[in-house]
């Protein structure tokens, strides 16, 4: 077996792990979002079904000042109102939004770094 085989599988892997925490980042934390009044419509565009989670856990996950940019530029509202999401989640909510976030990222960032190491014949 290849080397780029093991870290695409290994990359595979952690895709699959990000799958299972978004489902239950979704369910758990997402869905009681969605039905508090005052955070319902803070959740950024939804391009797609789903799209809301990525949102949140972005918004959980990175670092404060990134927040303010994101808020202070002329998409604002493609992206989650941090400041008010972190205010109505709990310690384990701010922690399975990061761990997801942190899976889905790393693993397609990954396979895309893989595939252009490949396309350039690092592989070889």
Sequence with gaps: MSLLTKLVGIACAV???ALITFVLFGQITVRKLRKNPKTKDELGLEFMSGWDILNVAQALSIPSFMARKFKD?????????SD???????????????????LFM???????FLALLDVLGFFE
């Design 73 to 81: 530029s002329p998409l604002s509202a493609l992206h989650a109102d």
């Design 84 to 102: 008010l999401l972190k205010r109505h989640t709990n310690k384990f909510d701010k922690v399975l939004g990061t761990i997801f976030y942190v």
């Design 15 to 17: 895709g699959f792990l």
């Design 106 to 112: 790393s693993s397609g960032l990954t396979l895309a």
